[in-house]
C-alpha cells in the first residue's frame, strides 16, 4: 500500500531587512486615506506561524487605526503584505 502525500503549494516570500519591511507598510498606509497620520512604529520578528510569516507590526495605537475604515484596510494590508514579504534572518 502507498501513500500519496498531498501536494502543498510552496509561498515564497520576498526577505527584506526588518527597517525596509516597517518603511514599506509605513508606505503603503500613508497610500490610504482614511489611515492618514497612522504607521506602525516596529516589526516584531516572530518564529514562522503556520503560514510561513516571520513578523508582526506592533498595532499603532492612534484612534483611526483602531476604527473602520481604517481598521479593515489596516487588517487587509497587513494580511497582504504578511503573505508577500518576510524579515530577513
Known sequence: MSVRLEDKPVVRRRALP???LRALVNRALSMRT???GVHV??????????SGCNW???WPLFRP?????????LR???DELRRQYNVEQ
Open 56 to 58: 508582526q507590526p506592533e
Open 76 to 78: 487587509a494590508l497587513i
Open 65 to 73: 487605526a483602531n476604527i473602520d475604515p481604517c481598521r479593515s484596510q
Open 18 to 20: 526588518v527597517e525596509s
Open 34 to 36: 482614511e489611515c492618514e
Open 41 to 50: 512604529r516596529r516589526i516584531v520578528v516572530t518564529e514562522p506561524d503556520a
